[in-house]
T-cell receptor
Framework: AQKVTQAQTEISVVEKEDVTLDCVYE???????LFWYKQPPSGELVFLIRRNSFDEQNEISGRYSWNFQKSTSSFNFTITASQVVDSAVYFC?????????????FGTGTRLLVSP | DAGVIQSPRHEVTEMGQEVTLRCKPISGHDYLFWYRQTMMRGLELLIYFNNNVPIDDSGMPEDRFSAKMPNASFSTLKIQPSEPRDSAVYFC?????????????FGDGTRLSIL
């Protein structure tokens, strides 16, 4: 069965600090996809990134970077030089071949609070 | 481009009333998903459609919940009769067919309160 664990419930940092959000997943499939979504205080869910299980290259997009390590079943998300606008709940999610890739299983989310 | 559009944004109603939530997916997307978000259970997939056909409704909590997709641009989630424990934020999302798992794009959600 697929499962996503985000052990950090809440993280507080001061602006300009770097912060890493952890995501550990479980799946029996060899083919799967991992996602990160952001939910700002306004409530909508915003797609950030998708990664498939065959692509372990790390990715950087501006201040955001993602570290995918199959050996530890982790897909961690780092924000460099955090800003107040980064304050949100961040969700990691998994979909796998066994469910036709359509069923997203979400972690419980990590609330990030960036203070000025 | 217009995103996923949900209505209403907020709904407050009394226990026992029928509630209908509406969703317009992104044009060209052939998958539509309904999720529920609560503090206790997080984000749960309720049901999803492909080309207007329900594919998996295993997440629908009970018979009081029903969902339809009469055409490619409209879906409803209905709760009848509603109960206080149905209070939650309900999200609709859509995605398009492609290689593997395509990103799901979410609407702004409907915040439902059952008194």
């Amino acid at each position: 069965a697929q499962k996503v664990t985000q052990a950090q419930t809440e993280i507080s940092v001061v602006e300009k600090e770097d912060v890493t959000l952890d995501c550990v997943y479980e799946t029996r499939d060899t083919t799967y996809y991992l996602f990160w979504y952001k939910q700002p205080p306004s409530g909508e869910l915003v797609f950030l990134i998708r990664r498939n299980s065959f692509d372990e290259q790390n990715e950087i997009s501006g201040r955001y970077s993602w570290n995918f390590q199959k050996s530890t079943s982790s897909f961690n998300f780092t924000i460099t030089a955090s800003q107040v606008v980064d304050s949100a709940v961040y969700f990691c999610a998994l979909s796998e071949a066994g469910t036709g890739f359509q069923k997203l299983v979400f972690g419980t989310g990590t609330r990030l609070l960036v203070s000025p | 481009d217009a995103g996923v559009i949900q209505s209403p944004r907020h709904e407050v109603t009394e226990m026992g009333q029928e509630v209908t939530l509406r969703c317009k997916p992104i044009s060209g997307h052939d998958y539509l998903f309904w999720y529920r978000q609560t503090m206790m259970r997080g984000l749960e997939l309720l049901i999803y459609f492909n080309n207007n056909v329900p594919i998996d409704d295993s997440g629908m909590p009970e018979d009081r919940f029903s969902a339809k997709m009469p055409n490619a641009s409209f879906s409803t989630l209905k709760i009848q009769p509603s109960e206080p424990r149905d209070s939650a934020v309900y999200f609709c999302a859509s995605s398009q067919t492609g290689t593997g798992s395509q990103p799901q794009h979410f609407g702004d959600g409907t915040r439902l309160s059952i008194l």
